[in-house]
Nanobody, 123 residues
Framework: QVQLVESGGGLVQAGGSLRLSCAAS????????MGWFRQAPGKEREFVAA????????YYGDSVKGRFTISRDNAKNTLYLQMNSLKPGDTAVYYC????????????????WGQGTQVTVSS
């Protein structure tokens, strides 16, 4: 198993930045593709970004492309999400997740999840 713990959420004004972290423990972090998802109240879980096990490939949801950057440090067992130019529409609980194969966009394919961290963007 992989245990995932997110941190770095908070309240920020529109146009501001935040960096989320996801610390992994348990089985070898570098074996897993990783993803970030978010869920706002009353909405379905939305794909934000994903990254391959090596970090060589990254994918983004259309709503965050050009503003968010996913990265990972396998030596530190940590996944990151740098969020710039934040908008009120980015307000949600953000989750990191691990998958055995690939870096898919569908949350159904992920095997392990963190507990989430709240991001609130004020206008």
């Amino acid at each position: 198993q992989v245990q995932l713990v997110e941190s770095g959420g908070g309240l920020v004004q529109a146009g501001g930045s935040l960096r989320l972290s996801c610390a992994a423990s348990g089985r070898t972090f570098s074996r897993y593709g990783m993803g970030w998802f978010r869920q706002a109240p009353g909405k379905e879980r939305e794909f934000v970004a994903a990254i391959s096990w090596s970090g060589g490939s990254a994918y983004y949801g259309d709503s965050v492309k050009g503003r968010f950057t996913i990265s990972r440090d396998n030596a530190k067992n940590t996944l990151y999400l740098q969020m710039n130019s934040l908008k009120p529409g980015d307000t949600a609980v953000y989750y990191c997740a691990a998958v055995v194969s690939g870096a898919p966009r569908s949350h159904y394919e992920y095997d392990y999840w963190g507990q989430g961290t709240q991001v609130t963007v004020s206008s």
